[in-house]
């Protein structure tokens, strides 16, 4: 069973920073593309950064340069470091985890960048 715990979030003035840490269970986790997605209120669900197995990064253009994932396959763990935060980046953020064609999400964790 697959399951993913995302935390780290919270509020923060805009310039500043956070951590997002998703431990997720045994399952295939090393071999799995992980990813970050965020959804603001009244969006839909988009993508911020993916690491696949191999460690090749994807990031939106809208975080380059200010966010890093990163994973640590010891601890299961998949990290998103967030620099230079703003308020457009207010959202939920959302681990995923891609095992062959099928995606498994946290619950989310609430990031707020007040202005």
């Known amino acids: 069973q697959v399951r993913l715990v995302e935390s780290g979030g919270g509020l923060v003035q805009a310039g500043g920073s956070l951590r997002l840490s998703c431990a997720a269970s045994?399952?295939?986790?090393?071999?799995?593309?992980m990813g970050w997605y965020r959804q603001a209120p009244g969006k839909q669900r988009d993508l911020v950064a993916i690491i696949t197995s191999g460690e090749g990064t994807v990031y939106a253009d809208s975080v380059k340069g200010r966010f890093t994932i990163a994973r640590d396959n010891a601890k299961n763990t998949v990290y998103l470091q967030m620099n230079s935060l703003q308020p457009e980046d207010t959202a939920v953020y959302y681990c995923n985890q891609r095992i062959g064609r099928n995606d498994y999400w946290g619950q989310g964790t609430q990031v707020t960048v007040s202005s």
């Open positions: 045994r399952t295939m986790f090393s071999i799995s593309q």
